[in-house]
């Protein structure tokens, strides 16, 4: 549904975004991941046609958003960053207003606008000023412009920034039920975010995109070696070593914590086969009892901090 | 067009929401009958000296002229004053608080934004200058003959001089997210246009009559005295088309490739 070909955008001499690609399909919900200062707003406002990229294309249905800029824009809702919308009008003032400018005909705008206060659950704010309203509000009130017009994509700039936890719960809510029928860019530096809404990530790092994929792709082709947790009881930890030593693929084991009886140990291995069998007849045959064994997965978080940290130490060698 | 009309019913609103614009229309409203009244009472103050003993010339001197046509002149130099309060929000402060960002995401393109702005800052000055007319009323109570021309004339010349104002204004508000340093560029600008018509006095014919030209109120003087030259009428409408494209060029110049 859109695509983004080759795009890099120059701030003056800074390059902000370098060679990007990328495609969306129709009611994909894709995660722009990155820390601060990675490329995310810019890349999110190539995406809304607030500036053109300096280099490639953006198409929107095979249609370039330099042709026809309005009539690309009117299919796109975006939420910015910061939310600021105009303190002195009240909300559904303010709501009608985004309806007119976004040339919704006008026996329909009082519907749409009715439909969108209910969507996001602002009908209880309606009258009241938008200078009076709490963050939490605000950003409802953003997501409901936003949604004006039905726009077929829309785009979430950091939606939960700023709000307390049960405000991001409840935003999280409205973002995961909107996203499921409506094609979803959102851009976060908040891992669970992502891991929960997302069905594809793209991870930005100092204007490139270092990685792509599902939550568990990403998963999969990070873990370069294996890691097993083992939770044992009895015997003498000397033995455990030694025993679990004698696997070839094992690289090395490192006690995590001890309480009275119980010991909990991390395998790290190879990548391979499963050995999970191998290490529970081991550590049987050496005398423990086993009390839990399973394979550790990467955190989205993990993944997320090795891709930002290689980057840094390859940019600094 | 749909979307300056909506921009401009918009800004039109939050104008008068704010207290920055009851403040200017209460200000404005006061210096002018400041003015009226003076006017008034010089035109009476004459008119008695004149019984004492007759100037030269005194028979030249009409009702209209004497207040109606001063008194807009001296609306023309209120100008310098009110114009910076009503363009320094216009689009600095939809930049500071980052509605333009929203703005530039709406079907909209950028001209609409930008005629959609200038138009509510000119339907703003209409509404600051639409009470003084009742003066008119005034004058005519105070004695039958009202000379049209002066007060079509003048009223024509103050808007014309104040869009062009404004365009400078509006310009000015695009350059920068402070309310303060747009009021003070577009302030310290129109002293300036307004000091010219002085300062080329001092500089060689050839360039004084040359920078003359550009001085405002060289072209704004004759109005109210109810002379409509197309000179003067070109002058004011190529300044405002001319600060309004610069305006534009500033809008755009985010849509530049480097």
């Known amino acids: 549904m859109i695509s983004v070909e080759n795009v890099s955008k120059d701030y003056g001499r800074q390059r902000a975004l370098y060679n990007i690609s990328f495609e969306v399909k129709r009611g994909e919900v894709l995660g722009l991941l990155g820390p601060n200062g990675a490329g995310k707003t810019t890349m999110i406002r190539i995406l809304t046609g607030f500036f053109p990229p300096t280099e490639g294309k953006v198409r929107l249905d095979g249609k370039d958003f330099s042709k026809s ?72 009130v953003g997501l409901a412009q936003a949604l004006i017009g039905d726009p077929d994509v829309l785009v979430l700039d950091e939606p939960t920034n700023g709000l307390d936890p049960k405000q991001i719960i409840e ?16 851009s976060t530096h908040i891992l669970p975010e992502v891991s929960r809404v997302c069905e594809r990530v793209l991870i930005l790092n100092q204007g490139r995109i ?77 005398g423990f009892s086993l009390l839990e064994l399973k394979t550790k997965s990467l955190s989205l978080e993990d993944i997320f901090l090795k891709l930002v940290l290689t980057e840094e130490t390859t940019e600094a060698v | ?125 209409f509404l600051l200058f639409l009470p003084t007319l009742t003066y008119v009323l005034v004058v005519k109570f105070l004695k039958a003959k009202v000379d049209w021309g002066i007060i079509a004339g003048g009223s024509l010349g103050f808007i014309l001089l104040g869009a062009s104002f404004l365009s400078l204004g509006l310009f000015f508000s695009s350059l920068t997210e402070n309310q303060i340093i747009a009021s003070g560029l577009t302030f310290t600008s129109l002293m300036l246009l307004w000091m010219l018509e002085w300062l080329v006095g001092f500089l060689p014919p050839v360039w004084s009559t040359r920078l003359g030209g550009l001085a405002p109120f060289a072209h704004f003087r004759d109005f109210p ?22 305006t534009l060029r500033v809008v755009e110049s985010r849509n530049w490739k480097a």
């Not at chain 1, 935003?171 to 995961?176: A, M, S």
């Not at chain 2, 030259?229 to 002058?235: E, I, Q, R």
């Open chain 2, 1 to 125: 067009m749909t979307g300056s009309w909506a921009l401009l019913k918009k800004d039109f609103a939050s104008y008068f929401r704010s207290w920055v614009g009851v403040l200017t229309l209460f200000g404005f409203l006061i210096m002018s009958g400041i003015f009226f009244t003076l006017f008034v009472l010089g035109y009476g103050q004459l008119s008695l000296e004149a019984a004492r003993q007759a100037y030269e010339g005194i028979g030249d001197i009409t009702l209209t002229g004497f207040i109606m046509g001063a008194f807009l002149l001296n609306l023309g130099v209120l100008l310098l004053f009110l114009v910076p309060f009503l363009s320094m929000r216009s689009l600095a402060e939809e930049k500071r608080s980052g509605t333009l960002e929203l703005l530039y995401t709406y079907p909209l393109t950028d001209f609409e934004i930008v005629l959609g702005k200038y138009l509510s800052l000119l339907t703003q000055l």
């Open chain 1, 171 to 186: 935003i999280r809510e409205l973002i995961q039920e909107l996203g499921r029928e409506r094609t979803l860019i959102l």
């Open chain 2, 225 to 246: 005295l109810g002379i409509v030259d197309l000179t003067d009428v070109s002058y004011f409408l190529c300044s405002i088309v001319f600060f309004f494209f610069l």
């Open chain 1, 210 to 286: 270092v990685a792509q994929g599902t939550p568990a792709d990403l998963d999969r082709g990070l873990r370069d070696r294996q890691e097993i947790l083992v939770r044992v009881a009895g015997g003498a930890a000397a033995s455990l070593d030694h025993a679990l030593r004698s696997i070839p693929e094992v690289e090395s084991i490192e006690k995590q914590a001890s309480e009275d009886l119980t010991a909990t140990y991390l395998v790290r291995m190879l990548p391979g086969e499963d050995l999970r069998p191998e290490i529970a007849r081991r550590v049987v045959e050496a």
């Open chain 1, 69 to 140: 800029p309005a009539r690309i824009k009117s299919r796109i809702g975006y939420l910015p960053e910061t939310v600021s919308l105009y303190p002195d009008f009240r909300v559904d003032e303010f709501l009608r207003w985004v309806a007119e400018v976004k040339r919704i005909p006008r026996k329909r705008r009082k519907a749409d606008v009715e439909e969108k206060m209910a969507c996001c659950g602002v009908e209880a704010v309606q009258r009241r000023l938008i200078s009076h309203l709490s963050k939490g509000y605000l950003q409802r």
